[in-house]
């Protein structure tokens, strides 16, 4: 991906002009940068394969990682997870929306599709990427935006240059990042287990498990 003019927009002033473009990429099989409840990230659509490849090849990432989605509600999840736990629902109700990511076992169809037994789940608290995911009303990538093995860009000047001719757009926001990743969870077996601690802390997180 080489001499692409990025659509650059300031979410905080185009906020409907902003989703209204985000959809119309994602479902084109673009890629955009995107502020999160955590960090910056590239996003698009997972189902196109395309589109992740060229996230892949951007990043200079191994296809055996995954990515993050966000997803907009409980309802969305569970159209591609297995819920073995009743329990778990009400865990991640009380958790969501948070800089949570879940790990959750992948229903027999959403097996076919990832090519994978589980997936990454996240529903985040941030206003742009529920109104986004709320439209689009489909799973959406986040994944940081640096090299593989370099730090995350979450200033928006060094995304621009870095970045610019090589997405379909960036959407950014003038207030300040919070430039710390999510709390991420294995929620594939009977109990939750500390993947990588971020912003939420853990033991805040088992509080809210135990008194499900």
């Not at 060229?54 to 819920?83: H, P, Q």
């Not at 593989?148 to 959407?171: C, H, M, W």
């Not at 990042?177 to 109990?191: G, Q």
Request: with cysteine; aromatic share 10%.
């Amino acid at each position: 991906m080489i001499d692409i003019v990025a659509e650059i927009m300031d979410i905080d002033k185009n906020f409907d002009l902003a989703v209204t473009s985000a959809k119309k990429l994602f479902f084109n099989g673009k890629i955009f940068i995107y502020p999160t409840d955590t960090i910056y990230g590239f996003g698009c659509n997972p189902f196109n394969e395309d589109a992740v490849a060229n996230i892949l090849k951007l990043k200079g990432r191994d296809e055996a990682k995954r990515f993050i989605l966000l997803i907009d509600s409980i309802d969305s999840l569970l159209k591609y997870i297995d819920v073995k736990i009743e329990s778990h629902i009400d865990f991640l109700i009380s958790i969501w929306p948070n800089p949570i990511t879940v790990v959750l076992n992948l229903n027999k169809n959403a097996k076919k599709i990832f090519k994978h037994e589980t997936a990454a789940f996240r529903i985040p608290s941030h206003r742009f990427c529920l109104k986004l995911l709320s439209e689009i009303k489909m799973p959406l990538i986040s994944t940081s935006v640096n090299r593989t093995g370099r730090p995350s860009l979450n200033d928006i000047q060094s995304i621009k240059y870095e970045y610019s001719s090589q997405v379909d757009a960036v959407f950014y926001t003038q207030k300040p990042p919070v430039a710390e990743s999510s709390t991420l969870i294995d929620l594939s077996k009977d109990y939750p287990i500390l993947l990588r601690e971020g912003k939420y802390k853990f033991e805040d997180i088992m509080k809210k498990y135990e008194e499900v």
